[in-house]
């Protein structure tokens, strides 16, 4: 059984960088099976995509957060990360990493989730 | 980006019912629809996958049903652990989007 574990700070200064790991347990992020992926959720709001990570490296992110969004993996780790730089306020959110599976090349969800790391940008 | 609009943004039920949410995409996303439940303070847990499908261990009280535009999720007789927000996401585009939520209360 897959599971999600996110960690980093849950403070972060305005105009910082966002530093977020996700670890996967009982799997591997090198598995062509999965697209890791990031979504947010602002106090009181909806769930907001973020953008995902392919085994190959390929990424992609929601054009409006591109310019500051950076998705890496670690295979050695078994982890990936996100990185959103020059945060503001508007930056505060419980943030979730996720896998979107694929299965006989046809997507199939965002079926294991990790509990969900909050962040909050102040000074 | 592919917009999607649940309706209603909240509703009331009791135990037992029979409910019915809507998702309606602002473009033609054949079955690539996804819902999940959300619980307060947790992850959201994925119910159905490709608009009609039940991902493994959901009851099958729930149901999805819908193509193109418009889908449902259906919930044939609610129960006490079923008050949460529930969130349909397209997947025919990128980026990935939700709809804004229904959060299901008690009467």
């Known amino acids: 059984q897959m599971q999600l574990q996110e960690s980093g700070p849950g403070l972060v200064r305005p105009s910082q960088t966002l530093s977020l790991t996700c670890t996967v347990s009982?799997?591997?992020?090198?598995?062509?099976?999965?697209?890791w992926t990031w979504i947010r959720q602002h106090p009181g709001k909806g769930l907001e995509w973020i953008g995902y990570i392919y085994h190959s490296g390929i990424t992609y992110s929601k054009p409006s957060l591109k310019s500051r969004v950076s998705i890496s993996l670690d295979t050695s780790k078994n982890q990936f990360s996100l990185k959103l730089s020059s945060v503001t306020a508007a930056d505060t959110a419980v943030y979730y990493c996720a896998r979107e599976s694929l299965g006989l090349g046809e997507f199939l969800g965002l079926d294991v989730w990790g509990q969900g790391t909050t962040v909050t940008v102040s000074s | 980006d592919i917009q999607m609009t649940q309706s209603p943004s909240s509703l009331s039920a009791s135990v037992g019912d029979r409910v019915t949410i809507t998702c309606q995409a602002s473009?033609?996303?054949?079955?690539?629809l996804n819902w999940y439940q959300q619980k307060s303070g947790k992850a959201p847990r994925l119910l159905i996958y490709d608009a009609s499908n039940l991902e493994r261990g959901v009851p099958s009280r729930f149901s999805g049903s819908g193509s193109g535009t418009d889908f449902t999720l259906t919930i044939s007789s609610l129960q006490p652990e079923d008050f949460a927000t529930y969130y349909c996401q397209q997947y025919d585009n990128l980026p990935r989007t939700f709809g804004q939520g229904t959060k299901l209360e008690i009467k």
């Open positions: 473009q033609d996303i054949s079955n690539y």
């Open positions: 009982g799997g591997y992020v090198s598995s062509g099976d999965y697209y």
